[in-house]
């Protein structure tokens, strides 16, 4: 299509060149009438149509009516160049915009139609939408990996830059969950998935960055609303600016021209352009760093944020928990042994720390009102054994006797039939990137680092302190971190930034609420405004300059914009400005704002 449209640039512009070499005889106006229908053709039956449903208050009428009028008054070649650069401009636009959204889609080219099914010792090929969980696929090298899983056979090293923004190898062996749209680099891997297609890791990027591309921002919307009010009042003050002098005896012809430079160099669309492919250039450039943000709205709104909270857990720590200690020590196989029972079904950090440490093979056929508490435990029945594991506020609750323990990580107290067994402590260790964060973070306009934690106390300010955190609150429930956010949002602008299930509503609550894609829940990264892929929280940093760097490039376009042509509709009145210099001002302002918006792909 872009082709076509192509073609007929060129084709009427080689018309308009003809006739500069043609003498003012009919072959002349020939030429010139090809050059004009070629180039004006689809933007006549656009307005035709739009006059139809009264909607015809747009870039294009104020085109057809500026070029009317340059007929009407002899300025033929005027007519054409008019809409020549006009078409030049409008293709431009269209093909940045067209190249900022392969950027994205050359990042994001993660789908993979057909998956190899393994079935008993054969291989099958069929539809991605066929395959159900639990099925086992096979992923050659060189092939991107289809969906999620985890692997059962095989071992390889796997290209994540696409999902991450990172460019190394990341090692993989049986048991590891994987991701879909990464590239297998080396080894064959048999994966039983996880997930379908319509919930994996692809689909919801492809689907966020769908959303991103349909929202607009306030400034978006300012000038969509404004374009409805501003074309009328153009076409008033054109007509005006002909017929008032008529009131003093002059002559028409000199302020119709006049009229005419003014129609055209008031077309908008170097704002109408320019605005939406800077905010969609902006999430383009965060996605090829590994950040995905949902609409235009989150990147504007980015440089408002002054206090940040924080989830501890998968957010500022690794999520590799390693069980250190079990109270009492006679009791240890046993209170490992109950506590990997209850967590059999659970894929949370924790609960793979727990069944590392004593692996069991469990009936899963056995495992009876399997509940998790939120934010306090699970609950699950075992062989008529009523298994809990916990914190201390739910023994606290369900009044089990226990000792309490004030350690350093993550406690966790067991119980079987109401009765206490052990006590577990699992520790978790701080994300190298989360000690520069906070510095930074203070270095570019936060006023307030919080973090919100169910761990608990001793643990929650050892971590925030250790990070220089403003204020740390442990023992919280996912209803306290809400009530905390809610109070917070009173005075300041609030991001929160969080990976677990149990934080969807919290990052619903905050202004902005931030995931981590690589070991976040599903409802919290669609409960989520952004997705940081690879887990890093420093990424906060470049998302934030991104949108400093995207306003910033607004703000310079719309100035630049209104002031060239507000200059020459003022040089036009007075009879200066000329009708090229009218089509620079509109079709040349709108290529370099398409630029200057392009620069935002180069921040680094």
């Known amino acids: 299509m872009k082709d076509k449209e192509l073609f007929k640039i060129i084709l009427g512009g080689l018309f308009f060149l003809l006739s500069f070499f043609l003498t003012n005889n009919i072959f002349y106006y020939i030429v010139l009438g090809i050059a004009y229908f070629v180039l004006a053709y689809p933007i006549w039956i656009e307005t035709l149509k739009n006059i139809k449903s009264f909607t015809f208050f747009d870039e294009k009428f104020l085109m057809v009516v500026a070029t009317i009028g340059a007929f009407g008054i002899g300025e033929y070649p005027e007519a054409v160049a008019v809409m020549l650069f006009y078409q030049i401009g409008e293709y431009l636009g269209e093909k940045a915009s067209e190249n900022t959204k392969d950027a994205i889609t050359k990042l994001m080219d993660l789908r993979s139609d057909a998956v190899h099914l393994k079935q008993e010792k054969t291989l099958t090929t069929i539809p991605i939408e066929q395959v159900k969980r639990n099925d086992v696929i096979v992923v050659k090298p060189g092939e991107r990996i289809p969906l999620d899983g985890i692997i059962i056979m095989g071992e390889s090293h796997i290209d994540t830059s696409s999902m991450t923004g990172e460019s190394s190898l990341k090692s993989v062996q049986p048991k590891d969950s994987i991701m879909s749209g990464c590239v297998n680099k080396e080894g064959v891997l048999e994966i039983q998935v996880t997930s379908l297609y319509q919930e994996s890791t692809v689909c919801r990027i492809l689907k966020l960055m769908e959303e991103a591309s349909e929202t607009k921002t306030t400034q978006e919307r300012f000038i969509t609303k404004f374009a409805i009010y501003y074309t009328p009042i153009v076409v008033?003050?054109?007509?005006?600016?002909?017929?008032?002098?008529?009131?003093?005896g002059k002559p028409i012809a000199p302020w119709l021209y006049k009229s005419l430079v003014f129609l055209v160099v008031s077309c908008p669309c170097a704002l109408v352009v320019s605005i939406p492919l800077s905010f969609f250039s902006g999430i383009g450039s965060c996605s090829k760093k590994g950040i995905l943000i949902k609409n235009s709205g989150t990147l504007e709104n980015l440089d408002q944020v002054k206090t940040i909270m924080f989830d501890k857990t998968g957010t500022l720590t690794k999520g590799n928990f390693v069980v250190t200690k079990v109270f009492p020590e006679e009791n240890k196989e046993e209170t490992l042994k109950m506590a990997a029972i209850a967590e059999t079904n659970s894929n949370h950090p924790i609960a793979n720390a727990i069944k590392k440490a004593i692996p069991l093979q469990i009936n899963v056929e056995e495992l009876q009102n399997d509940k998790e508490i939120s934010g306090k435990g699970i609950e699950v029945t075992y062989q008529n054994q009523m298994i809990l594991v916990g914190s201390d506020l739910l023994f606290e609750e369900e009044k089990i006797e226990h000792p309490k323990y004030q350690e350093s990580g993550t406690i966790l107290y067991v119980a079987?039939?109401?009765?206490?067994i052990g006590t577990i402590v699992i520790q978790d260790e701080?994300?190298?990137?989360?000690?520069?964060?906070?510095?930074?973070?203070k270095k570019i306009g936060i006023q307030s680092t919080i973090m919100l934690s169910g761990d608990n106390e001793i643990t929650v300010k050892e971590v925030g302190k250790t990070l220089g955190l403003d204020s740390s609150y442990a023992n919280l429930l996912p209803t306290d971190k809400v009530e905390i956010v809610k109070e917070m949002k009173k005075t300041s602008t609030?991001?929160?930034?969080?990976?677990?299930?149990?934080?969807?509503?919290?990052?619903?609550?905050?202004d902005i609420g931030v995931s981590m894609g690589g070991i976040g829940s599903d409802a919290a990264i669609e409960a989520s405004d952004m997705v940081i892929m690879n887990d890093d929280p420093s990424l906060l940093l470049t998302a934030f300059q991104i949108s400093k760097k995207t306003k910033a490039i607004v703000k310079v376009n719309i100035v630049f914009a209104i002031a060239v042509k507000i200059l020459v509709m003022f040089f036009g009145i007075l009879g200066i400005s000329s009708m090229w210099s009218a089509v620079f001002a509109d079709v040349g302002v709108t290529v370099l704002t398409i630029l200057n918006a392009l620069r935002i792909f180069k921040i680094k």
């Open 416 to 420: 079987c039939n109401q009765e206490y």
């Open 236 to 248: 008033i003050i054109a007509l005006l600016i002909t017929i008032a002098p008529l009131c003093f």
């Open 494 to 510: 609030v991001l929160f930034v969080g990976d677990g299930m149990n934080d969807a509503p919290v990052l619903m609550t905050a």
């Open 430 to 441: 701080i994300k190298s990137p989360a000690y520069h964060l906070i510095p930074a973070l």
